[in-house]
């Protein structure tokens, strides 16, 4: 038993370094955005931040007084110190204040990459306050769409930034940079624009913005009535959801691998908040409930170093968004009250295993995230072996095979027969026939039958009577299919089972409420090549935990012991291919007992945050 002493005694530092990111960006004097948010969310994502200082404000929860960037040599030194003893794996821009600190950024950003061209950047153009107040003039503009966005991973605007920095480079696209703003420009003082200034004095919209010449700091600029401080967001006229796919396209042409458009409250969608992402992975829009929360301060800061810490830990692009808007949306939840105006939000650890935090994700422009959201609430708890017990889920390539599993004891089979690459005149017919006998099989032993990829032909075979059968298709596939397919698919009846292998395939297969969703390959698989990385008992126990729907583990279970781990973690079947060996009569009941007893075992824990599955080159 440990002495009082023991108790007392300091705990062990951690031995593993900790991952690090850059933040470039201005010190919000009041706590509330800037640095200070960025410094919160990087302690939620357990990642080590450096705050590098762009840009000094004063401010507090009522409004912003003065602005002023740093020089560019100091901008410089700073980077410059952290380069080799703390190199970072992503680096987040806010507010840098003029267009020579964007200038030292994209030369920086150059200089790391000539290091390590994995290092990411994440571009959040802070070009003005939600009071209405312009942090960016002219040449700022025209620096971060020559330097910085050509050089972006992502870029997180919103829809007022992203409407200015398209508008700014449809001005410039026939001027080329100054050499004092060219990334192999020095960074020294130079000339400045006309009307250009390093103090950056700032108003609301219409306000005269004057200082004197010592460069007073004048009263705190209210903020315009029904608009959100830190939110960045555009009470007056925002996009609609059909012109921000369009601002989105128009900023990856610019060169940014990446955007995520985000957008807060829409009036076409009322009662939920939307981010638009544009990624090489998938696009569409993230959704959750709005949070009305009275303490927003700094979400748009959240947000993007949010992405920087995914990315820096290793995840893709659509993953790390998906993981910035449930970090950015627990901020919320935990914001707190600071001074008379809105206070800041709060991120905090925890988010990644909060299962109300993994948003809907969209196909397409279009989505009825009402149906979809009243559809998941009305079937679904969080466990997912709760939900539906699936059990052993054989997986066979013929109706003979079918008939072989169901006789040994099998509850749910899929039917997987491809289409070969150029099928004979009558292959058609021979599947339908395939299908029938199956499902025959299936409905007389009181079995499910999934038929994969073939739904036209299932919903064909079961001719509206949807008992005892279902379909299970790929993300690809659904993709393919369009809206208008989607709605068919859906439209038919019959229980959808979807395959998923990241964050964003979760999210977007929960936004079909499917019967089930397939999480694999938990193990290495030789049935197929694909790109993922194995999920492992960890992934897949987060996915029970967090998909609310059922959830089916497949991908290289050969051994009835891995059948018991795979159970354990709350899954609602456990997809057996090889293993079913020639006989199932003698197979089956041995993957049956070992499914039993990972059910009846602890359940295995759940991580916090998952680990990526796909390389992040």
Known sequence: MPSALDLL???APESVAKTIIWSIAGNDSGGGAGLSADQRA???????????????????????????????????AQLAALADDMPPAAVKTGLLGSAE????????????????????????????????????????????????????????????????????????????????????????????????????????????????????????????SGEKVGVRGEPSSPPSRTAIPTLSAALRATGAQAVALTGGDSADAPGWSLDWIDTPHANGWLALPRVDAPYNHGTGCTFATSAACALARGFVLA?????????????????????????????????????????????????????????????CRPISSENADIGLYAIVDSAERVRQVVAAGARTVQLRIKTPAAPPAAWQDELRCAIRQALGACREAGATLVVNDHWRLAAEVAA???????????????????????????????????????????????????????????????????????????????WVHMAGVPVVAIGGILEPAQATQAARSGAAGVCVVRGLGADPAATLPVWQAAI??????????????????????
Request: proline letters at 10%; charged letters at 20%; glycine letters at 8%.
């Open 9 to 11: 005694a300091p705990a």
């Open 42 to 76: 990087a302690e939620a994502f357990g990642v080590h931040l450096c705050p590098v200082v762009a840009a000094v404000t004063a401010q507090n929860s009522v409004g912003v007084a003065r602005v002023e960037p740093v020089s560019p040599e100091l901008l410089d």
């Open 101 to 224: 600190n964007v200038a030292v950024v994209a030369r920086w950003i150059d200089r790391l990459r000539a290091r390590d061209p994995r290092v990411a950047l994440v571009v959040d153009p802070v070009l003005g306050a939600s009071t209405g107040a312009a942090f960016a003039d002219e040449a700022v503009l025209r620096a971060y769409v020559e330097l910085l966005l050509p050089r972006a991973t992502v870029v997180t605007p919103n829809g007022r930034e992203a409407r200015r920095l398209i508008v700014a480079l449809r001005q410039d696209a026939a001027r080329p940079l100054t050499p004092a703003l060219s990334p192999e420009g020095r960074g020294s003082k130079t000339a400045q624009a006309p009307g250009s200034s390093q103090r950056l004095a700032h108003t609301p919209a219409g306000g005269s913005g004057r200082h004197d010449a010592a460069g007073s700091t004048g009263d705190f600029l209210p903020r315009p």
């Open 319 to 379: 993953d790390a968004l998906v993981l910035a808007k449930m970090a950015t949306t627990h901020a919320l939840r935990h914001g707190y009250a600071a001074g008379q105006g809105a206070g800041p939000v709060a991120a905090r650890a925890g988010f990644a295993t909060e299962p109300a935090l993994i948003p809907f994700m969209s196909w397409s422009e279009r989505f009825d995230f009402d149906s979809c959201l009243r559809l998941m609430d009305g079937r």
């Open 464 to 542: 509206g009577a949807a008992r005892g059968i279902a379909v299970h298709l790929g993300q690809e596939d659904l993709l393919a299919l369009g809206d208008a397919g989607r709605a068919e698919l859906q439209a038919c009846g019959l229980p959808l089972g979807i395959s998923s292998h990241s964050l964003w395939e979760l999210a977007r297969a929960r936004s079909l409420a499917p019967w089930y969703v397939a999480c694999g390959p938990v193990w290495p698989t030789l049935t197929k090549a694909m790109p993922w990385r194995a999920q492992g008992l960890d992934n897949l126990s987060w």
């Open 596 to 617: 039993a007893a990972g059910r009846a075992a602890p359940c295995l824990p759940v991580p916090a945050p998952p680990h990526p599955t796909l390389p992040n080159p």
